[in-house]
């Protein structure tokens, strides 16, 4: 699920219902269920700011937290290992530049495992993430788009790629602009894949969503951007996780017969020792909150509450 950067006035709203969640005791339910034994928490980062993910790992180690692998958990799945108390897996969506500047010389610093999920099309050329482009350039979308930019989210793949491409036209026309690159290199990848504590995941070619592809885009999508992380990486890839969370029926057979062992949503609860290897949740963080909103992420506290605001809305 990609993140919108959010205006101050947002933040500070959100953080306010941080504090609503730790003042009603919520917050501290949630952080009991989530120090209980064999309970797996999966958070999920894309472009954080360094002090918000600066803070999160230190709050976590402060309360004796054990950061896994990939690996790790993968045994812990197939029952091969016991996990261990207070275990969190950290994984990173999408492949942002920023986080070579704000996160790995943190994870460096403290030896932390993490995931990082890449979505290989974004890395050349251009180095921009489609779903930031057509925030941008809205205004310039046909209609019904241009009045709700959320729709290219439920459409066929076919008909998102052909609007946008279309767009991406469009502006280079009437701009003759470079848009700001926002994705990790080839050379960045190298180095990623270098550290000891960095798992590369695939993430789709062209971060589509795969619920809205056919089984012929979705071959693709998975197939190569494997074959391309292991190009560079030089390494087996063998994670994967759901561009913005959504998936369908399609995908959990091509995963296997691609070799990969685990997935991962964005489905806000808990991992388990039976938690399906290919469908493993994650609460998302988000890069630029407050505190008391990130704490309660981290948690699950907020995530039962948007459930709660999203069931009482349908």
Known sequence: MEQIKRKKVRKIIANCIGIFLIVSGLFSRYKKKMLLKNTITGLCFHNPKKEVFLRSIIWLQRKGCNFISSDELIKILDKKIKPPKRAIWLTFDDGWKGNMKNVIPLIKKYQIPVTFFISTGVMHPGGFFWFTFVRQYQKYLPFPYKNNVKLLWVIPESERKRIVDNLKQ?????????????????????????????????????????????????????????????????????????????????????????????????????????????????????????????????????????????????
């Not at 590369?200 to 070619?205: D, F, K, L, P, S």
Request: aromatic content about 8%.
């Open 170 to 314: 469009n502006i280079d026309l009437k701009l003759g602009k470079e848009l700001n690159k926002e994705s990790i290199d080839t050379g960045d990848l190298i180095y990623l894949s270098s550290l000891p504590t960095v798992t590369i995941g695939a993430h789709t070619v062209n971060h589509v969503i795969t619920s809205n592809c056919t089984q012929q885009e979705l071959n693709f999508e998975i197939s190569q951007c494997k074959t391309d992380l292991e190009m560079w990486s030089n390494k087996m890839v063998f994670s994967f996780a759901y561009p913005n969370g959504d998936h369908s029926n399609l995908e959990k057979k091509i995963l296997s017969q691609r070799g990969f062992t685990i997935a991962a949503t964005t489905e806000k609860k808990f991992i388990t020792p039976d938690t399906d290897p290919m469908l493993v949740p994650r609460f998302c963080i988000n890069d630029d909150a407050f505190f008391f909103e990130t704490k309660c992420q981290i948690v699950g506290a907020w995530g039962s509450l948007m459930n709660k605001i999203k069931s009482t809305i349908i």
